[in-house]
């Protein structure tokens, strides 16, 4: 039994389909026409070519070179806001997470120091749902620094300790309760 195909269009065979518009057949039934490059491997040196491609390789390294971004370093711009972040982090995590307080238990801290864009942050999440919203954010910023911070857990039971907590580490203590 023969397999049963869609009814052709009667088109040529030389003709290109109809869902390649602006396709164009190759002129004298698909053969190559043109001179062939030497090569080693027909007798030639293979010098011929590679000229071309060594002048092609330097093009494109220098425009590639002068493509890059003349931007300043934005961790450099942001290293008083990135070292304030690092404490924060650092006692965060000490105070909060590790010790295993009730208030924090169900919370993840994550830092975000290294951004390319945007403010350095430091995000507090749940641990089930890693992915979701912040439940805190922590940013730094500005001359001199200072921190902001902002999120719902502000409003709960836990939210005048953090209050607590994130201005006496921004003002130089590692202490955990005042």
Known sequence: ???????????????????????LPLEGGGKRRGR??????????GREAGGGVIVSLAVCLATLA???????NVAGENSAAVALLQRINTNAHTCWTR?????????????????????????????????????????????????????PLLSGSAGARIGADLKRWTGGSDACAA
Not at 1 to 23: H, R, V, W
Not at 36 to 45: D, E, F, I, N
Not at 66 to 72: D, E
């Open 99 to 151: 010790s295993k307080d009730k208030d924090f238990d169900s919370y993840a801290v994550i830092p975000e120091l290294d951004t390319q864009a945007g403010k350095p942050r430091i995000l507090v999440v749940d641990k089930k749902a890693a992915h979701g919203l912040p439940k805190l954010v922590i940013e730094a910023d500005g001359k001199p620094v200072k921190a902001a911070a902002y999120g």
């Open 36 to 45: 062939r490059l030497p090569s080693p491997a027909r007798g030639g040196s």
């Open 1 to 23: 039994m023969m397999p049963q195909f869609p009814e052709s269009n009667d088109a040529p065979l030389n003709s290109p389909p109809p869902a390649l518009k602006g396709y």
């Open 66 to 72: 002068a493509c890059q971004s003349s931007r300043p």
